[in-house]
């Protein structure tokens, strides 16, 4: 007699011989004693966990003369023939081969007649989702409807690729991947009766390795037999099954924790020289550094770690005592990369000895409570920044000759030159270090181009003639500017602006109290006054200046009628107003461009008082090279 595999031999054939799945034997069981068997069913499930099994217990059971408590007898005429795949009722389609829309045609023909000698015709089609979109649309109505005395079962890996108008015909059942313990158990019995001597690492070894699925582990377990004999050791078992054995993988793992970068390459080699891939090292790798961590955390806990034997769990154990879990988590972090660098490159070997090289290069990280107590243990008085590469920006204080300090600042130069100036005529801790000379470059004189206060750029109490004023604020001769230097750089603000523009004279406060007033009697032409430059206010007309001539569009008739009505409530006397278009060069300012030009002042003022600070003074001595790339005012 022909031999047969331990996995066709120990094929279950009642419901409570489907390891693993008792939920799923208890609602099959139930439906069948209370009459309420579904005409499709849809049985999903990694390879291995008894999907088939069931769909054949389940025929049995349907057809079975002589019922047991819902279970098959096993010895009626119909349960014979079920079980040698002689019933003329019973179908078992593999779809895999039979997934042309001319098979479906030829079922939906059949199943129209009565079963010849069991109650119900029962078509198993196996690995369904192998089926094309023709035949599942061919199968809908069939599948919806079929005849009183037609079951449709159908198994499949993959139930993502089953159409859902299918899925919604099928009452589903999920088989799950059978827990280790329970595979280990039923295969110590399995290797009792089949006379072998296997020790219980060896039977955890095969069940890890069948990632759930029994006909993998029974496999297994005839392979063992018939290469091994009656007995075999553990190293034999992985050697024989091409799996990393628990050995190896802790003393890999030992090796890393270590830093003990010598016995950590040596171990790989070996490992690769003997044959091992370098996904499934990387899958072991992943796993051990996955447990330790678990197990640093929750404690060797057997009811979380039910895979693994006492004695791994306490090696585990001790390993995780040897490392902190940032450490762990950056190993960990390192072998997902090594993951994606393996998926792309064709030097496996050469991939994964650079990363064991990482990995026993990994230092703990340093946390925000050990940087704050390191910062507090700090002098509170200023230190000195760290000196920066000779190639950056140089700023802060200066000696004798010339050359001063290096900031660690990096700010975008072409600032508003008039902001330059300004900063330098603020008290400071100490003078400003002046840039090294480039060719075609032309210095000013600071007395010269610096940018008065706004109390000295407003004008004098007494009226001037209305000639005077017009020549000096619409001759547009702007004022000499410098040339921006490699010094002029400042804090990325928001507010602040990128280009360089000549250096404008503020308006007067005059002009400002009156955009004041508009702005509480007529808003709409407060905000057109806002952006116009204007002449001064005390001769009989009024020249407003208007640098975009949009504004000057939206100023209508009306609008300058209610313009000259309020000019006259404020000034008490008659205006003529007139609006021309200004030149782009103008030296004046509108409120809108003070406003911005005060509260860009502002914020210079508040970074330069939060680079000043003695604590980030202290932190860029603390560490070196460290630098500020930004400050954000709130």
Same mark, same amino acid.
């Given at each position: 007699?022909?031999?047969?595999?331990?996995?066709?031999?120990?094929?279950?054939?009642?419901?409570?011989?489907?390891?693993?799945?008792?939920?799923?034997?208890?609602?099959?069981?139930?439906?069948?004693?209370?009459?309420?068997?579904?005409?499709?069913?849809?049985?999903?499930?990694?390879?291995?966990?008894?999907?088939?099994?069931?769909?054949?217990?389940?025929?049995r059971a349907l057809n079975c003369l002589t019922p047991q408590d819902a279970d098959?007898?096993?010895?009626?005429?119909?349960?014979?023939?079920?079980?040698?795949?002689?019933?003329?009722?019973?179908?078992?389609?593999?779809?895999?081969?039979?997934?042309?829309?001319?098979?479906?045609?030829?079922?939906?023909?059949?199943?129209?007649? *009565? #079963? +010849?000698?069991? %109650?119900?015709?029962?078509?198993?089609? &196996?690995?369904? @989702?192998?089926?094309?979109?023709?035949?599942? !649309?061919?199968?809908?109505?069939?599948?919806?409807?079929?005849?009183?005395?037609?079951?449709?079962?159908?198994?499949?890996?993959?139930?993502?690729?089953?159409?859902?108008?299918?899925?919604?015909?099928?009452?589903?059942?999920?088989?799950?991947?059978?827990?280790?313990?329970?595979?280990?158990?039923?295969?110590?019995?399995?290797?009792?009766?089949?006379?072998?001597?296997?020790?219980?690492?060896?039977?955890?070894?095969?069940?890890?390795?069948?990632?759930?699925?029994?006909?993998?582990?029974?496999t297994a377990i005839d392979q063992v037999l018939s290469s091994l004999g009656k007995?075999?050791?553990?190293?034999?078992?992985?050697q024989l099954l091409g799996v990393l054995d628990s050995h190896s993988r802790i003393?890999?793992?030992?090796?890393?924790?270590?830093?003990? *970068? #010598? +016995?950590?390459? %040596?171990?790989?080699?070996?490992?690769? &020289?003997?044959? @091992?891939?370098?996904?499934?090292?990387?899958? !072991?790798?992943?796993?051990?550094?996955?447990?330790?961590?678990?197990?640093?955390?929750?404690?060797?806990?057997?009811?979380?770690?039910?895979?693994?034997?006492?004695?791994?769990?306490?090696?585990?154990?001790?390993?995780?005592?040897?490392?902190?879990?940032?450490?762990?988590?950056?190993?960990?972090?390192?072998?997902?990369?090594?993951?994606?660098?393996?998926?792309?490159?064709?030097?496996?070997?050469?991939?994964?000895?650079?990363?064991?090289?990482?990995?026993?290069?990994?230092?703990?990280?340093?946390?925000?409570?050990?940087?704050?107590?390191?910062?507090?243990?700090?002098?509170?008085?200023?230190?000195?920044?760290?000196?920066?590469?000779?190639?950056?920006?140089?700023?802060?204080?200066?000696?004798?000759?010339?050359?001063?300090?290096?900031?660690?600042?990096?700010?975008?130069?072409?600032?508003?030159?008039?902001?330059?100036?300004?900063?330098?005529?603020?008290?400071?801790?100490?003078?400003?270090?002046?840039?090294?000379?480039?060719?075609?470059?032309?210095?000013?004189?600071?007395?010269?181009?610096?940018?008065?206060?706004?109390?000295?750029?407003?004008?004098?109490?007494?009226?001037?003639?209305?000639?005077?004023?017009?020549?000096?604020?619409?001759?547009?001769?702007?004022?000499?500017?410098?040339?921006?230097?490699?010094?002029?750089?400042?804090?990325?603000?928001?507010?602040?602006?990128?280009?360089?523009?000549?250096?404008?004279?503020?308006?007067?406060?005059?002009?400002?109290?009156?955009?004041?007033?508009?702005?509480?009697?007529?808003?709409?032409?407060?905000?057109?006054?806002?952006?116009?430059?204007?002449?001064?206010?005390?001769?009989?007309?009024?020249?407003?200046?208007?640098?975009?001539?949009?504004?000057?569009?939206?100023?209508?008739?009306?609008?300058?009628?209610?313009?000259?009505?309020?000019?006259?409530?404020?000034?008490?006397?008659?205006?003529?107003?007139?609006?021309?278009?200004?030149?782009?060069?103008?030296?004046?300012?509108?409120?809108?461009?003070?406003?911005?030009?005060?509260?860009?002042?502002?914020?210079?003022?508040?970074?330069?008082?939060?680079?000043?600070?003695?604590?980030?003074?202290?932190?860029?001595?603390?560490?070196?090279?460290?630098?500020?790339?930004?400050?954000?005012?709130?």
């Amino acid at each position: 007699m022909a031999y047969v595999v331990l996995a066709r031999k120990l094929r279950p054939q009642r419901f409570s011989d489907l390891i693993g799945q008792e939920t799923t034997a208890r609602i099959l069981q139930n439906a069948i004693l209370q009459d309420r068997v579904a005409h499709a069913f849809l049985f999903t499930g990694s390879r291995g966990t008894g999907k088939t099994s069931a769909a054949r217990i389940l025929t049995r059971a349907l057809n079975c003369l002589t019922p047991q408590d819902a279970d098959p007898c096993g010895t009626c005429e119909n349960c014979r023939e079920i079980e040698s795949d002689a019933s003329p009722d019973v179908y078992e389609i593999d779809a895999a081969s039979n997934r042309g829309i001319e098979n479906i045609r030829e079922l939906r023909e059949n199943v129209n007649y *009565a #079963p +010849a000698r069991c %109650r119900f015709k029962v078509y198993i089609i &196996d690995e369904a @989702h192998m089926l094309t979109l023709e035949s599942f !649309n061919a199968l809908l109505k069939t599948l919806e409807e079929p005849p009183p005395h037609v079951k449709f079962i159908l198994a499949t890996t993959d139930p993502h690729k089953v159409p859902q108008t299918i899925l919604s015909r099928c009452q589903r059942y999920d088989f799950l991947r059978i827990p280790v313990r329970t595979m280990v158990d039923y295969l110590s019995q399995v290797v009792s009766q089949e006379g072998i001597t296997l020790p219980e690492s060896a039977l955890e070894l095969i069940a890890r390795n069948s990632v759930g699925g029994m006909r993998d582990a029974l496999t297994a377990i005839d392979q063992v037999l018939s290469s091994l004999g009656k007995e075999a050791s553990d190293e034999e078992i992985a050697q024989l099954l091409g799996v990393l054995d628990s050995h190896s993988r802790i003393r890999l793992l030992e090796a890393l924790i270590a830093k003990d *970068a #010598p +016995a950590a390459m %040596r171990c790989f080699q070996e490992l690769h &020289d003997g044959g @091992h891939d370098a996904q499934t090292l990387l899958q !072991n790798l992943l796993e051990s550094v996955k447990t330790s961590a678990l197990i640093q955390t929750l404690g060797p806990d057997r009811e979380l770690f039910q895979e693994y034997s006492t004695d791994e769990l306490e090696t585990f154990a001790v390993l995780g005592k040897q490392v902190r879990p940032d450490v762990l988590q950056q190993m960990f972090q390192v072998l997902l990369e090594l993951e994606d660098r393996l998926k792309r490159s064709t030097h496996v070997r050469i991939c994964f000895e650079m990363a064991i090289l990482q990995l026993t290069a990994v230092e703990p990280l340093v946390g925000i409570p050990e940087l704050l107590e390191q910062l507090r243990g700090l002098p509170t008085g200023e230190v000195a920044a760290p000196p920066a590469p000779a190639s950056e920006n140089t700023g802060g204080s200066s000696s004798s000759g010339g050359t001063g300090a290096a900031t660690p600042y990096r700010h975008k130069a072409g600032r508003i030159t008039s902001m330059l100036k300004q900063e330098e005529h603020k008290p400071t801790e100490s003078a400003p270090v002046e840039a090294p000379e480039t060719p075609g470059m032309v210095r000013e004189d600071p007395q010269k181009t610096a940018a008065p206060s706004l109390a000295e750029a407003l004008p004098p109490s007494a009226p001037e003639p209305p000639e005077a004023n017009l020549n000096r604020q619409f001759s547009h001769e702007p004022d000499v500017v410098a040339e921006p230097t490699q010094d002029m750089v400042f804090p990325e603000h928001p507010s602040a602006v990128v280009a360089a523009e000549p250096e404008r004279q503020p308006p007067s406060e005059r002009w400002i109290q009156l955009v004041e007033a508009l702005c509480e009697k007529a808003p709409k032409l407060a905000g057109l006054m806002r952006n116009a430059i204007p002449d001064a206010l005390e001769g009989p007309e009024l020249r407003l200046g208007f640098r975009n001539v949009g504004f000057l569009q939206m100023l209508t008739a009306e609008n300058m009628s209610e313009l000259a009505h309020l000019l006259k409530e404020f000034l008490g006397r008659e205006v003529r107003v007139h609006c021309l278009q200004e030149p782009q060069a103008s030296p004046f300012r509108t409120v809108l461009e003070q406003e911005e030009f005060v509260e860009q002042q502002e914020c210079e003022r508040r970074c330069q008082e939060a680079r000043r600070h003695p604590l980030v003074q202290n932190i860029l001595a603390t560490f070196p090279g460290s630098e500020i790339t930004e400050i954000r005012l709130h």
